[in-house]
């Protein structure tokens, strides 16, 4: 994936996720590139920033959409 990296990871994360899902491939592969782990995401989860999902026994990641159930 050519996701690019500024600085911020958290706010990368959501800025990508908000216009299109995040495979479990392309995040770990953002966060390599980004020196960071898993626990960013885990903290984005948590403060209802972004949700998981799964198609075709895959996971993904979007934003939150204030207002829509995920």
């Known amino acids: 994936n050519a996701f690019a990296y500024t600085g911020d990871i958290e706010k990368d994360i959501l800025s990508i996720a908000s216009v299109h ?6 995040m770990k ?16 989860i948590h403060d209802n920033k972004l949700v998981e999902t799964g ?4 996971r993904f990641y979007m934003r939150k959409i204030v207002g829509r159930d995920n």
């Open 55 to 58: 198609y075709k026994n895959k």
């Open 21 to 26: 899902p995040i495979r479990e491939e392309g």
């Open 29 to 44: 592969e953002l966060l390599k590139k980004s020196e960071s782990n898993w626990g960013v995401v885990e903290k984005l």
